[in-house]
């Protein structure tokens, strides 16, 4: 069996996403989940009557037994302990629906915001994380707290609240029989708290492999066409039976101090239990039989009291496994909560009206690799067309990646609107990047195109059987007549009502790109980067991609990666990139006029 060898190393978050170690877990579940502050004295309170009122019984017992078993005894104790048993069990029942909805309306809260925090947050911390591990971060991690309180997980406080109520009666009767019963699940607990260090980190290493293998599942089930195609399978299949082998090497990593630990705790609690057995007959027939220092009635009520103390010790031992297991889901959920989101929340608003971009000496590099962009300067007008070309790997795409903050640059400043671009308290609407092949939904392309109007369905007839919204359907039909793309859709079986398909899969990678320079045109930006697709445009796709750029363009400032020299022609000016350098900026007639890279290029794209 191969053991990874990164098993017992401190635990890392994804990178990118907030760390919250065990120290600052409760404080952090505090704070993201208001539920679970709220009536903590009325929890507390309820644990007590409910822990409490199970220790009553024995005691009643005792009472009993003491007093001969005396009829004017015995009935008051078995009334009084009648009514201890059923004000434990009420209370218990309250406590636990309480803390049943309490802990699931966090649950339900955490997914919301940690969906929510998907969207917001900083393009360059998300672009970092493997989507597969957001999704289980807001599913199978969320799902093993549900799974670990409905297995009786639920019951933790009231447990925890019977153990201190049976170990101070313990102590208040025989403090000579108490002191090694405490004295064993002192040893016990810190064992167990030592062993839950290791457990803890061996569960997490556990929950990021499952997480790698959700990605490589995903990945080759997405990529099983290209996988087909090119005859990949046994190498795909190898990847796969790594990431299944170590996901299961770590899960079973996590079993050896789990049942040492039950092993350890199964002992403890048998010697606690015989001690306070042996002990209190001792206690009791030891010296004066007149006057024992243990009553009967106290041997038995101790008796029962040390199985009240034990079985949450028990129960704590037993479920350390799945404990943990829900923890660490609930600590990576907070995970993804806690990391900041993109909005400057006290950062200023972008000036109406076209924008423009000052770029001062910025230098740009992934993680810890090699700088990629280095010392650019370059200054564009509000208005300004500008065309961005160079060689494949030259920094164009990482350019734009910088201006849309998906990249920090790692030295220099950027300026959009005159407002430095990490001071910008949000992008949204007014920056837009069109990449070359654009996510749409499952929808239809009159709803891909609406989706700068959230909520509303803007098909014709739409499934869900909603009227659709004039006025949404107005501004869409408005776009698609303004951007010259109605003759396009003339041609589709459903025009507006077509539907794209998961993914926009149905249409090609230039129908898409019309989809969204609509959408883009909707949502009226005032800078948009449009990545030109490099491939898979047919000539007339170009061609409606091409005028309905040119309206979209008009009256903004756009920064245009170009692949095709049309898009550089039309530019007011052409920025040439070579190894992460602008080595060549002016209009395209005047640049292709003298020898230099873009020349070469123009070669390149005449040639092709
Ligand atoms: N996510 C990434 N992590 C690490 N390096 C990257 C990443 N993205 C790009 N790079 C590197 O940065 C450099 C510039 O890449 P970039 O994508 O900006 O070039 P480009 O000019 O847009 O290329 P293309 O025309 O092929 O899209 C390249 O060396 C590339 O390998």
């Not at 911390?125 to 289980?136: E, K, N």
């Not at 280095?374 to 160079?390: N, R, Y």
């Not at 697709?533 to 363009?553: F, R």
Request: charged share 15%.
């Amino acid at each position: 069996m191969r053991v990874p060898m990164s098993l017992d190393r401190p635990e890392a978050a994804a990178p990118g996403l907030s760390s919250i170690s065990g120290r600052s877990f409760l404080t952090t579940a505090l704070r993201f989940s208001p539920q679970l502050r709220q009536g903590l004295l009325v929890t507390g309170l309820l644990a007590l009557l409910a822990g409490g009122g199970r220790i009553v019984a024995p005691l009643t017992i005792q009472q009993a037994i003491d007093s001969g078993l005396a009829p004017h005894t015995v009935a008051p104790a078995v009334t009084v302990g009648a009514i201890a048993v059923l004000v434990a069990g009420a209370s218990s029942l309250l406590l636990n629906r309480r803390l049943q909805e309490k802990v699931e309306s966090a649950l339900a809260g955490l997914r919301r915001d940690g969906l929510r925090r998907v969207h917001d947050m900083a393009a360059s911390t998300a672009d970092r994380v493997p989507s597969a591990d957001l999704v289980s971060r807001l599913t199978s991690d969320v799902d093993q707290v549900t799974t670990f309180l409905q297995g009786g997980g639920i019951q933790f406080v009231t447990n925890a609240a019977q153990l201190l109520i049976a170990g101070v009666i313990m102590s208040v009767f025989s403090w000579q029989l108490a002191v090694p019963v405490l004295l064993l699940s002192a040893l016990l607990i810190s064992t167990m708290m030592l062993m839950q260090r290791v457990i803890a980190r061996r569960y997490a290493q556990a929950r990021r492999d499952l997480s790698r293998l959700q990605s490589v599942v995903a990945e080759s089930v997405a990529g099983a066409p290209v996988i087909r195609s090119t005859g990949t399978a046994a190498r795909t299949a190898r990847k796969l039976d790594d990431a299944v082998d170590q996901a299961r090497d770590s899960l079973l990593r996590t079993l050896v101090p789990l049942h040492g630990n039950t092993a350890l705790g199964e002992v403890t609690i048998g010697v606690m239990t015989v001690t306070v057995l042996l002990g209190g007959v001792w206690f009791s027939l030891a010296g004066d039989p007149a006057q024992p220092r243990l009553s009967s009635g106290e041997v038995v009520a101790m008796i029962f009291l040390v199985t009240f103390f034990v079985r949450p010790l028990q129960f704590l031992v037993q479920s350390l496994g799945e404990a943990q297991n829900a923890l660490t889901g609930w600590r990576r959920s907070l995970e993804l909560v806690a990391t900041p989101s993109e909005a400057v929340t006290d950062g200023s608003a972008l000036p109406p009206g076209p924008l423009g971009v000052r770029v001062t000496q910025v230098s740009a590099r992934y993680g810890s690799g090699p700088l990629v962009l280095h010392a650019l300067s370059v200054e564009i007008e509000p208005g300004e067309h500008v065309a961005v070309v160079g060689r494949t790997g030259s920094g164009k795409s990482t350019f734009a990646k910088l201006l849309t903050r998906r990249v920090v640059p790692s030295a220099g400043t950027i300026c959009v609107g005159g407002v430095a671009l990490d001071r910008i308290a949000s992008l949204a609407g007014r920056v837009v990047i069109v990449p070359q092949d654009p996510f749409l939904f499952d929808g239809t392309i009159a709803d891909n195109i609406n989706l700068g109007t959230p909520h509303t369905a803007v098909s014709q007839g739409n499934a869900a059987g909603a009227s659709p919204s004039g006025s949404s359907r107005d501004g869409v039909e408005r776009i698609v007549d303004e951007l010259g793309l109605s003759d396009w859709l003339a041609g589709l079986p459903d025009g507006l009502d077509t539907q794209v398909g998961l993914r926009g899969e149905r249409l090609s990678v230039g129908e898409r790109q019309l989809v969204a320079l609509a959408r883009t045109a909707l949502a009226d930006p005032d800078l948009v980067i449009f990545d030109e697709a490099t491939s898979g445009v047919d000539p007339a796709t170009d061609v409606a991609v091409q005028k309905a750029l040119a309206v979209l363009t008009r009256g903004r400032t756009t920064i245009a990666i170009a692949h095709r020299m049309i898009t550089a022609e039309t530019a007011d000016r052409v920025l040439v990139f070579d190894g992460g350098r602008i080595v060549q900026s002016g209009h395209h007639s005047a640049l292709a006029a003298r020898p230099g890279r873009y020349a070469a290029l123009i070669d390149a794209w005449r040639n092709q």
